[in-house]
């Protein structure tokens, strides 16, 4: 199952993972609740993912949520399952049930569902038998599924020719491997980290000696085993560590000779280093978080030892985004999230410089709860949650809107510096049937090796952004450097890289313009920018009615130019000529007016225009 997450803050997900495909974070209420969400930013947002790893990783096995998606359960929603997911995509393996998810089994079986799991005890295999016998499933349908399924056992069956045993210990690096490239380093003033092996450093917090490294609920695993930063510390063989737990085992209650211990060790060393985060009663599987706030004893306990200790680093294990309200108090802050088996050795090599942090914010950590995309609109009524924010979701929110956040998405610093130069484009113009080449410089210009992360953001046209995110992430590459070091970084943006889904084709539209590359590494650190323009060779569909706005005939008819006699009628009739008159003013006057008001305010003959229109 997904972690919980909290309120508003991963705005609500209709698909965020293979496993989850149009999954819902109502974990409470997801066998029943519906998704009110428009086409356009399903496939823009919630789809898209699915879409990527369907065509480009070819997975065997997708599974349905529990919930109804604009009042259609996910297990019988054809137009998911069937048209989308099997005739778009390509898709040919097999779509099964999340465990009890199955609503009607037959009508299931129609939309293209073929395992459900675990299963209904015989109950529902005799309704599909009842169902074949009185012709209301057709022995085809069933077929299909049956064959889907064979497929898909004689494949794994020859694969399963191919599985070699495994080395646990291996795995266990590229555990330990996989938390080091996926930790943040979210503040680092005056280069506190990273530390000095030689001195004095007090370990405080439980998730030092125990790290809460999984999620909750049916996410927990059995690892091979488990490295806390106390353990792995020992064993590179560090001596001036010393350990104080700070809070109980629970994550959640103070204890005032636990809080006074920390202190003690937090005044005697160099450096505090606190261990901190979510505890399972905070985010799991079954809930969702309703703040955004750690337990109050660790808040108080990082509050407190910063006030002993100017020299404190804040370690977090988290699922998602949390607030700070010590932030200005702590030099450095290092997020390792969930980070898996291996976190405490990775804890380790991070903060004594045996590895050099490179991950990046995939979220962006909000200030306020409240401000939060969904804030207003989760979570809903007692039978639907409407997707209000529409495409707003994440940074395309916050940048829309202007606000400050606590760290924006992509942001994630290092122990070395890097700069970026000579952002070239392929073309300054071109049709949308084209591609586009972007190219950029990067160079370590720091004293250690390290990883950073170049970030594309596409921006529309002025004319487009009433519509659109003011920039959306088109591309990233991670890219590994010496000092001194540097390398060209080449990003390809084809048609989608431009586009939005329009519903009214339906399809994907570039619409004509100037559009803007930004180039650099976090949604709010873009330092290079250049601009390309872009015909579309391709028209939306307009059907001309006399409710059909002056605008939508100047953008999308094909003769706008029919109208122009009117438009000047229209600019003598409220006092103005083509000289005189604010262009601006004009256009947005006329822009919603419905073309019969023009036969209101003018004459007879306006009626025939419209005709000519059509």
């Known amino acids: 199952m997904a972690a919980s997450y909290v309120k508003g803050v991963q705005s609500k997900k209709v698909g965020t993972s293979v496993k989850h495909f149009a999954a819902n974070n109502q974990e409470t209420r997801r066998m029943s609740i519906s998704d009110r969400v428009d086409e356009r930013t399903l496939r823009e947002i919630y789809l898209a993912v699915f879409e990527k790893i369907v065509k480009q990783a070819k997975p065997w096995t997708l599974m349905c949520s529990y919930n109804q998606i604009n009042g259609v359960y996910s297990c019988e929603n054809e137009w998911l399952l069937n048209q989308v997911l099997r005739k778009e995509w390509g898709f040919d393996g097999i779509v099964m049930t999340d465990w009890g998810a199955m609503n009607r089994r037959c009508e299931a079986l ?162 505090a280093v606190i261990f901190a985060g979510l505890p399972d009663s905070y985010e799991s599987e079954g809930y969702d978080r309703t703040t955004l706030d750690l337990p109050a004893c660790q808040n108080e306990l990082i509050e407190k030892v910063c006030a002993v200790q100017p020299n404190t680093v804040v370690v977090l294990h988290n699922g998602s985004a949390v607030s700070m309200p010590w932030i200005d108090k702590v030099p450095s802050v290092l997020e390792m999230y969930l980070g898996g088996e291996g976190v405490g050795t990775a804890e380790i090599r991070l903060l004594f410089g045996d590895a050099n942090p490179c991950g990046k914010l995939a979220e962006t950590f909000p200030l306020r709860l409240e401000d939060t995309p969904s804030y207003l609109n989760f979570p809903g009524s007692e039978t639907e949650v409407n997707y209000g924010e529409g495409v707003y979701v994440g940074y395309r929110w916050y940048d829309a809107r202007k606000m400050q956040v606590l760290f924006p998405f992509g942001h994630g610093l290092s122990y070395t510096t890097f700069a970026l130069s000579n952002l070239v484009l392929s073309s300054d113009q071109m049709n949308d049937t084209d591609t586009l080449t972007v190219s950029v410089t990067v160079k370590n210009t720091g004293k250690v090796a390290g990883k950073e992360t170049i970030q594309l953001y596409v921006s529309p046209p002025e004319e487009q952004k009433a519509i659109r995110p003011v920039r959306e992430l088109k591309g990233f590459q991670k890219v590994f450097l010496n000092p001194g070091e540097e390398k060209t970084v080449s990003f390809c943006l084809d048609k989608r890289s431009f586009a939005y889904y329009e519903t009214r084709i339906p399809g994907w539209y570039t619409g004509n313009g100037e559009y803007e590359i930004f180039v650099g590494t976090s949604s709010r650190d873009l330092p290079l920018h250049d601009k390309v323009t872009i015909s579309s060779t391709e028209r939306i569909p307009l059907k001309i009615t006399d409710t059909t706005t002056i605008g939508d005939v100047l953008r999308y008819g094909e003769k706008p130019e029919l109208l122009e006699s009117a438009l000047e009628k229209m600019r003598k009739a409220f006092g103005q000529s083509s000289e005189t008159v604010n262009s601006e003013m ?29």
């Not at 560590?241 to 005697?268: F, R």
């Not at 003018?602 to 419209?610: A, Q, T, V, Y």
Request: hydrophobic content about 40%.
């Open 110 to 271: 129609k939309a293209g569902l073929d395992l459900e799991m675990p299963s209904s005890n015989g109950r529902n295999d005799a309704k599909i038998v009842e169902a074949v016998k009185n012709g209301s499933l057709k022995m085809e349908t069933l077929d299909k599924a049956v064959e889907n399924l064979l497929k898909w056992i004689e494949k794994g069956l020859d694969e399963q020719t191919k599985i070699e045993s495994y080395d646990k210990e291996k795995h266990h690096q590229l555990a330990c491997k996989a938390a080091e490239e996926s930790a943040v380093l979210l503040k680092n003033n005056n280069g506190l980290l990273p530390l000095n092996k030689t001195d004095k450093i007090a370990f405080i917090g439980r998730f030092a000696e125990a790290p809460r490294y999984q999620g909750g609920g049916s996410s927990h695993i059995n690892s091979f085993r488990v490295d806390s930063a106390l353990e792995a510390a020992e064993k590179s063989g560090l001596k001036g560590i010393t350990y104080a737990p700070g809070y109980e085992a629970d994550g959640v209650t103070t204890n005032s000779e636990l809080l006074e211990a920390a202190l003690k060790a937090a005044k005697e060393a160099k450096v």
């Open 586 to 614: 004009f256009h947005q006057m006329i822009d919603g007016m419905p073309l019969h008001s023009m036969v209101s305010f003018f004459s007879e003959d306006m009626e025939e225009l419209i005709k000519t229109l059509r």
